[in-house]
C-alpha cells in the first residue's frame, strides 16, 4: 500500500504540473486547416466546433513548431486566415472574422447561411459553468413531436428545423431552456446548473436520474448534511433524515453495532438486512467477526463496517426503497438499499481542502439513581417485609459497609470526558480531460468509559477520471485506504453485571493508586474467591488492528453515439487482528482462575464485476428509448481463525495464546465463500420529459440456495407521469410550478439466511469424545429444495411544488407483501437434528405512508429560512403464519406485528398485599405457584404489545444571515418498550443493587394505590416479578424528541481573503444528541437501556480551500 501510496502521488503531481500550459508539436506544409485542428484536438484534448464549410474554405498551413504554448500556435495558424476563433474553457469557436458569435443569456450562435424552411442545424452544447462539452443532452423542437436529437460525446448534435423553431435543450442537473432559432446554422449552446432541488442528480444502479424525471423512491442526503455531524459513522447522520429508513444505535460506544430497517421488518429472518454499496461496490452485510472471547460479562459483539469509512469523503447517500429503485439489485437489495458515492476530482485548477474538528463526548441519558439514604432505607424496610434480618453477607446495612459513603458507579464507570478530533486534506483538479483527487484523513476518539483506551483511525483516498481527446474512451479509477487501531476496551458498562446499579455505599472499586480494590468488603464476596470485580474489566488487555481496501474502476467505451459499453469492477478487502487478554489482575487474587488471552484474526473479501452495454436514441414523438442489459458477478469470502490460551507462566506470555500449555490452547477456523450471479435487463422510454416508464427483469442465483431452487427470475416496472408538463397545466402556473405522478410494481427474492444452510451440518462436541478426538453433533437438517423469500412490492408516489419552490410536497404510499419466509424451524429430538431451514408459507404485508415538506418561509436580501419535515407511519403485520409453526414463535401473532410480544394482562399492585396482579381467564390474581395456581405460557398470554415505531421522522430548520448559517435537526420516535422495573428479573430488596428513583412510589402498607410492587426479599416475589416482566405492565410509551444536530458556521466574506491566498475559510460549531425530549423514564429511549446512551458530542472546528 506504500508503494501504491507514491506511485499515485507521482501521478497526481505530473497531472497538475500539466494544468498550467498546453503546448503543441506540429511540422507541415500546405496542410489543411482541418487536419492541423484535429491534430491540435489530439495533443491538447481542447475540442473545435465550427462550420464545415467555413475551414474547408480557408487557406492551407504551413507551419513548423514545437512545444510552444497553445495560445501562440493558434495566433500563428489564424494569422492570415479570414477566420478567428475564441476559447470556451475546452472548446474553441471558429467564426468569420468581423462576425464573432452572437451572444444571449441561453446560447451563442456563429457562422452563417441563408435561410431555408427546412435545413439541418448543427449545435454544441456546454455547461455555463465549467463551458466543458455535456454529452446525452436532449434537444427538441416545440411542438414539432417528431423531431428530436442528443448531444455525442463532445457535446455536438443536428437536428432538422426551420428558422423561428425553437428548440427545448435539457438534461440531468441543468436547467432547461428554450432557443429561438435565427437564420444560422451553427449553434453554441450554454445550460446553466439548476439550483431546483428537482433537477439535482440522483445516483441509480446503472446510471443516474434526477427527483423530476425518476419513476422509483430514491432520497439523497448531501455530502454537506452529513459534514454537519461529528459522527464517527454515517449511519449515526442518516438518523431523522430520510423517510423510512430507521437507524438504532446498540450502544453509544465507538464501534459498536448498528441496527438498521428500510420500511421496518418485512422477513421474519433476523439477517434481513439493507444492501450497501460505495462507489459500485458491495460492502460485507451484518456485523464484523469480533469478539468470540465471551468469557467478560457485557462484552461488545462486532461493529458496524462502515465505521471504516470517514464520513468526511461522502459526497452523498441515496436511500432505494421500492421495487424500481432495488429490483435490478437482485436477491443483495431485497430489504432496501443503501448507496453510498464518495467525494470526486472537480474539473478546474487544483485546489487544496483542508478540514479539522476537535471537540469532546460525554455520556447522554443518565438513569437517576437513588442515593445512599434512600437506597438503605428501602433495604431494611424490604427485610422488615419479609420478616428477615441483616445477616453477615448484607454487608451494606449490617454494619460492614458506612452509611455515609455515596459513590455515583454511573459516573465512576461512564463519566469520563472523551476527547475527539478529525484532520481531512483533499487535493483536487484537472488537466485536459483529466481530473483527480487525492485525499488523506485522521481520526482519533476516546471511549466515555473509565481507562478505556483509544481508537485512532487514518487512511488515503484517491480517485481519477480520465477520458481520450475524443471523449469515446473513458476510464474511472478509485481507491480508499484505512488503517484502525482500536483500544477501547469493548465492554459496555451498563451491562457488565448491572455494574452502574451497584450499592451506593460500597467501597470503592478502586485503590488510590488505581489498581482494583480486591479487598474482603469490595464489590466481591468474601465467601466467594472466585468472584470477580465489577471493574475487573479494567485491567483487559485489548488491541484490534484492522485495515481495509475500497477500491473501484469503471471502464467505459462510446463507439457510436448512443451506445455505451461498460464494465464496473469493485474490490473489497478487510484485514484484522484481534488481542484480548485477563492478566493475572482481572482476577481476585484468591480465586484458582486461570490467566487467558484470544488472538482473532479475520478477512473479510468481496469482487464484483459488472459489465453492461446502454443504447439511447430518440424513438416516436419527442421520445427517447434508453435500452441496457448486463451481467454481475460478485464472490465474497469471510474467513476467521482464532486461538485461545489459558494457564500462562507469565501475564508477558498472554499476546501469544499458543505460549500456554498444550492441553490449554484451542483453535478455531472458520471460512465462508459465496457467490452471486445475475442477468439483467433495462428498458425506459421518456416522452418529452411527460410520461416516462421504467421495466427491469433480473434472472439472479445465489450460492445459498441448493441446486434445485439456486436460481429466480424477478423485476419491476414503473412509471411516472408528469403533470406539469401538459399544456392544459399552465393555467395553474405560478401558483403549482411541479406536480408529478409516479407508481411502481415488482418482485424481488431476498436471501437472508446464513451459509451452508441447505446442507447437513454440525459442530464439534468438545465433551464427548472418540479415542481422545472430539465428537460430531448433528445441527441442521439438509434442504435441497430452500429458495428465494419472495418479495412483492408496490408503490404510489406524489410531489407537487408551489410558489416556485417556496412548497414542496413528496407524498408515497408503499404496500408490500413478503411471502415464502426463510426461517429456522426447530425439529423433535427424534430428529437427531436441532432444526431445519425451510420456506414458511407465512405472510407478511408491510404498508405505510412517508411525507416529506420542504418549505421556504421567508427569503430576503440577508435572510433565509428553511424548514424540511419528513415522517413515516410504517406497518409491518403477521397476515398469515401456519398453525403448525406458531408455537415455535413466541413472539408472533397473526394479524400483529412482526416486531411485538405476547404478554399476560396486567392488573396493577394489588392495595392489600403491595404485590403485582394478573388476569388468568378474567380472574384477576398474583398466580403463582406460590399464590396457587400458575399463568399458562400459551393460554393466559392473551396481549400483545406492538414493539415497531408506530411512527418516526425529523425536522431541520436551517437560518442563514449574511454569512452566518445555522441549521438544527430534531428526530423524533414513538413506540412502545420495556421500563427499567419491567426489565429486572429480581425485584428491588435484594443486598448490592440499586435501582431508579421511581422506587420511592413503591407499596408501603395496605391501601396504596401505586404502580410499584413492594420491596421485599422474600422468594415469592421472584415468581411475581416473572410475571410482571412478561405481562404488559413491563412496557410503556417510549416516544421522543431528540436534537440530533446542531450546526453553526461563520463563513469569512471573499473581500477579507481577496489578499490572501485562501478562496474559501470558514469555522463552525457542531452538536450532537444535545437534547432529548421524552416522557419515558430511567433508559435513553432510543437504544433502551441495551448499552451506553448515544452520546454527546461537542467540537469546533475550521474549513479552507486554497
Known sequence: MRIMCVFLTAIILQISARVAAQSVTFSGKNVALEKVLTSIESQTNYVFFYNEALVRDALPVTITVSHIPLETFLKDVFKNQSLDYTIKGKTIVISRKHTPPVSAPANRQAGGEPANKYRIFEGMVLSAAAEDPLAAVSIRVKNKPNSGAHTNEKGRFAIRASVGDVLIVSTLGYETQEVSLANTNLLLLLLQPSNSSLDEVQITAYGTTSKRLTTGSIFTVRGEEIARNPVPNVLQALQGRVPGLFIQQQSGLPATPVSIFIRGKSSLSFTARPLIVIDGVSYPDGNLPFNYFNLTPGILQGGNILDYLNPSLIEQVEVLKDADATSIFGSRGAYGVILITTKRGKPGKPQLSFSARSGFMERGTTVKLLNTQQYLLLRREALKNNNAQPGPADLDINGTWPEDRYTDWQNLFTGSHGQTSDLNLNYSGSAGNTTFLLGGNFRRLESVQRKSGDLKSGGMNFNITTATPNQKLSLFLSAIYNSTVNKIIPVDFTNNNNSNFAAPNAPSAFLPDGSINWAPDALVSPADSTSLSLASPFALLYNNTTNSLTSSMELKYMPVTGLTLRATVGYFNAQGKQFIGQPTAFFNPRSTFLTTSSLNTYNLRTWSLDPNINYIA??????????????????????????????????????????????NVATVYMQTPGKYLGYFGILNYNLANKYIVNGQLRYDGSTRFGRNKQFGVFGSVGVAWNISEEPWFRRLLPVVNFAKLRASWGTVGGDAIQDYQFLNTYTYNTLSTYQGDPSLIPLTLANPDLEFEKNTKRELGLSIEVLKGKLALDLNYYNNTTSNQLLTQPLASTTGYSSITKNSPGIIKSYGWEVVLNTVNMRTRNFTWTTSLNISIPKNILVAYPSDEILTQTSLKEGAST??????????????????????????????????????????????VDLAPKYFGGLQNTLQYKNFSLTFLFSFTNRMARTYMGSQVFHFGFMGRNGPASLLRRWQRPGDITDVAKVTTGPPILFNQFNFYNSTGAYANAGYARLNNLSLTYTLPATVLKKTHISRLSVFLQGQNLLTITGYKDWDPENLGAGVAPLRIYTAGVNMDL
Open 618 to 663: 430518440p424513438l416516436g414523438p419527442s421520445g427517447t428509448l434508453s435500452a441496457t442489459a448486463g451481467a454481475t458477478l460478485m464472490d465474497r469470502l469471510s474467513y476467521r481463525q482464532s486461538v485461545t490460551g489459558s494457564g500462562f507462566i507469565s501475564d508477558a506470555q498472554l499476546y501469544n495464546p499458543s505460549a500456554a500449555p498444550p492441553g
Open 899 to 944: 416486531q411485538g410480544q405476547k404478554l399476560y394482562k396486567y392488573a396493577g399492585v394489588d392495595p392489600q398485599t403491595g404485590n403485582y396482579t394478573f388476569y388468568k381467564e378474567g380472574v384477576k390474581g398474583e398466580w403463582t405457584f406460590v399464590s396457587g395456581g400458575a399463568l399458562d405460557e400459551i393460554k393466559d398470554k392473551t396481549e400483545f
